[in-house]
């Protein structure tokens, strides 16, 4: 019979590639809790329309990319595709955005029925970060420090660069739109197939097009800027002001629009140039309307997820993942004979104890000298703890150095953990 295999875009992250994940997780964990953001935890299903009313009916993600299907009531739900609607409705499902401020974070896989390639897959993870009630420039930039942080703690710093951009209010936007249509309706048969279709639809999302030739019919089109509002080009100047007080660099991209329909005010993109066409590692901005577009009071919010995938990508392609970043053995513990096993599982259990930091693993399943010195090889550890029967008429162990040419000692069980806490 043939094997079922795992779904096409949807991977398994397998116990050689967990330790990076972790190691990932963990310092964004830490980054994001040094700032005092609360961990926030969403299902991973919702009801379609709270997509379809957030990130919008002519977005690439709603039109073609969702996982929808009906349950078994008939409702239509759909995997999420991101985080902030569901952060969204969960915050003020449960009361808290009224009248306070929020720093939310959290983790997962989202969903999108993309074109599997390097970078790009149809189950993905995110970290996603959206903070509430927090209406000024200050926190935009607070934003955009702690990830530089973050790239610090990664050891990214000079492979990741910033873009930014004000994409303005609705309503200066929608000045601006019609001025855009208006130019670029009279290249009509130019564009490309996507960009004639969104100059109906989605006509800003036509500034992102990557084809040459709207590319080139672009050089002439109205800019965005021109049509700013004073609110929020007063906006960007702080931010521009206080990102360059706190020393993070960056570069004003006008053609920076962004995919979804909730963002307003600044847009941001954090890309490399290091892993080809998927360069972008993290992406947000500020979306004021959206919480009482979903039925809230209105609440002001900013926010930004990042893709996990890509990062690990390109920690891996640039060899940056430090050498500790494993999950192997320091310690194995093997028993040869019966008489062995029960005081080598006791032996074991005490390096746990005196060796909390270290992993220490027993050997199980029996077999020969050969064999289990093998499987103490294998395991990368740096030392095996030989106990046979002598050893344990004597309470000594033997201690034999697995990576490098050092001869075997034989060492009081009672003194093991100090002598090992030395070596490791
Ligand atoms: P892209 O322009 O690459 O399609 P996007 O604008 O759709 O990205 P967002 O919705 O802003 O991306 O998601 C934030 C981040 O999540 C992206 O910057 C990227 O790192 C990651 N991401 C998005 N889609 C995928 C995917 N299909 N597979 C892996 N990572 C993804
Ligand atoms: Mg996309």
């Known amino acids: 019979m043939a094997k079922i295999q795992a779904i096409r875009g949807m991977n398994d992250i397998l116990p050689d590639q967990t330790p990076v994940w972790q190691y990932v997780e963990s310092t964004v964990r830490r980054v994001l809790g040094q700032y005092g953001y609360q961990e926030i935890r969403m299902p991973v299903v919702e009801h379609t329309e709270l997509f379809k009313r957030s990130i919008g009916e002519v977005t690439d993600i709603v039109e073609k990319e969702m996982y929808t299907f009906e349950d078994r009531n008939g409702d239509s739900l759909t995997l999420r595709p991101e985080g902030t609607a569901g952060c969204v409705r969960a915050a003020e499902e449960h009361g808290l955005l009224f009248n306070q401020t929020r720093r939310l974070w959290y983790t997962g896989p989202m969903f999108r029925h993309e074109r599997p390639q390097k970078g790009r897959y149809r189950q993905f993870h995110q970290i996603g970060v959206e903070c509430f009630g927090m209406a000024g420039p200050d926190i935009d930039a607070e934003l955009l420090i702690l990830t530089a942080r973050l790239w610090s703690a990664l050891g990214l710093s000079d492979h990741a660069r910033l873009e930014i951009n004000s994409i303005g209010t609705?309503?200066?936007?929608?000045?601006?739109?019609?001025?855009?249509?208006?130019?670029?309706?009279?290249?009509?048969?130019?564009?490309?197939?996507?960009?004639?279709?969104?100059?109906?639809?989605?006509?800003?999302?036509?500034?992102?097009?990557?084809?040459?030739?709207?590319?080139?019919?672009?050089?002439?089109?109205?800019?965005?800027?021109?049509?700013?509002?004073?609110?929020s080009r007063q906006h960007f100047e702080q931010l521009k002001a206080m990102l360059d007080a706190a020393g993070v660099a960056y570069t004003v991209n006008p053609a920076l629009v962004r995919g979804l329909d909730y963002y307003g005010k600044t847009v941001f993109e954090w890309i490399t140039d290091s892993l080809g066409a998927q360069g972008t590692i993290c992406a947000g901005g500020r979306y004021d309307g959206l919480v009482e577009q979903l039925g809230g009071k209105p609440t002001v919010a900013v926010g930004f997820a990042m893709g996990l995938e890509r990062l690990i990508l390109l920690l891996e392609t640039l060899e940056l993942v430090p050498e500790h970043v494993n999950n192997q053995a320091d310690v194995y513990v093997t028993a040869m004979?019966?008489?062995?096993?029960?005081?080598?599982?006791?032996?074991?259990?005490?390096?746990?104890?005196?060796?909390?930091?270290?992993?220490?693993?027993?050997h199980c399943g029996g077999g020969s000298f050969k064999s289990q010195m093998k499987k103490a090889d294998r395991s990368g550890a740096r030392f095996a703890v030989i106990l046979g029967e002598n050893e344990v008429a004597q309470a000594t162990a033997g201690l034999k150095p697995l990576r490098d040419d050092q001869p075997q000692q034989e060492i009081a069980q009672a003194d093991l953990a100090a002598v090992l806490a030395g070596l490791l």
């Open 337 to 362: 004979g019966d008489q062995a096993v029960a005081p080598a599982m006791a032996l074991a259990e005490t390096l746990r104890n005196e060796l909390p930091g270290r992993i220490v693993v027993s």
């Open 170 to 231: 609705s309503d200066s936007r929608k000045v601006y739109r019609q001025a855009l249509v208006a130019y670029l309706e009279q290249y009509q048969d130019k564009l490309d197939d996507d960009s004639k279709r969104r100059l109906t639809t989605n006509p800003l999302r036509i500034l992102d097009s990557k084809d040459p030739a709207t590319r080139e019919i672009l050089q002439g089109a109205p800019s965005l800027d021109d049509y700013l509002d004073d609110e």
